[in-house]
C-alpha cells in the first residue's frame, strides 16, 4: 500500500464516519475507494464493515442526550438488529462471490434513491398512517430486515432505519437518529466480530477505515444538530452511483 493509497482510504473512512452520524451511508464514500484502489468487492465489504464500526460508536456517543428514555426501544430493536446482522453476515460469506458483485450495484442504486426519496417517503407513510409511540408490531421486523441488509452489505442502513422509524414512530427527528446510530453499531459491531472470526479482512485497510471512522464520527454527530442532509444526499448520491457503475463496468 502506498502513502497516497493509506491518505485515500483514511480520509475516506474520516467522511465515512462523518456522514453515518449525520445520516447513514457512509459506505458509499469507503467502498468506492476501496474498489478504485484495487481490492476485491467482498474483501473490500468485509473491511470496510470491520474499520466502520468504531466510528458508529463514537456516533452513538455523540448522541448519549438524545437516548435518554429509549432503553426499551435500544433492548428490543437492537436484538432484533443483532439478528439481522449475523443473518446477513453469513449470507455474505456462504453466497458465491459472484452473486456479491451482481447485487451489490442494485443495493447501491436502490440505497440512492432511497436516499434522495426519503423525506417524501416518510411523508407519505405518516398520512397513510398516523405514527405510534414505539412503532407497532412490525417495525421489529423491519429492523430485522435492515440488519441483515446491513450485515450483508452496509451501505444505506441507516437510511433505511430512519425511513422506518421516522414513518412508523411518533418521535422528535434527533432521538430517532440517536436510536438509528445505536441500531447502526450494533450491525456493523456484529458483522465485524463475525467477519473477523469467520473471514480473513485486509487489516491495514481495516486500521485506516477505523481511525478515520472515529474522527468523522465524533465530529459528525457535533455538526449532524446544525447541517441539512440535501447537499450531502446530493454528494453521497454521486459516489454511490460512481461505485455502481465500477463495479458494473467491472464484469463487462
Known sequence: MSLWDALAILLA???????????????????PVLLALGYPPVLASISNSIGLAPGALTGAI???RELK?????????????????????????????????????VLIAMSCVLIMLQPRITAWA?????????????????????GVYGGYFAAAQGIVLISMMGAAM????????????????????????????????????????????VLGGYFGAWFGRKLTPFVLRIVIVAVGLTAAA???LGRI
Open 13 to 31: 473512512g474520516i467522511g465515512a464516519g462523518g456522514i453515518n452520524a449525520i445520516v447513514g451511508s457512509g459506505t458509499l464514500l469507503t467502498f
Open 62 to 64: 455523540g448522541y448519549r
Open 69 to 105: 428514555g429509549q432503553r426499551s426501544r435500544l433492548i428490543r430493536f437492537g436484538s432484533m438488529a443483532f439478528a439481522g446482522a449475523l443473518t446477513g453476515g453469513a449470507l455474505l460469506l456462504n453466497l458465491p462471490e459472484g452473486v456479491f458483485e451482481s447485487v451489490v450495484p
Open 126 to 146: 405518516r398520512k397513510r398512517r398516523p405514527a405510534r409511540l414505539n412503532g407497532g408490531v412490525l417495525l421489529p421486523f423491519g429492523i430485522y430486515g435492515a
Open 170 to 213: 411518533d418521535e422528535e427527528l434527533h432521538r430517532i437518529n440517536a436510536l438509528k446510530n445505536v441500531l447502526a453499531f450494533v450491525v456493523n459491531a456484529t458483522a465485524a466480530a463475525f467477519y473477523i472470526i469467520f473471514a480473513s479482512p485486509i487489516w491495514p485497510v481495516v486500521g485506516l477505515i477505523a481511525a478515520g471512522s
Open 246 to 248: 465500477q463495479l458494473l
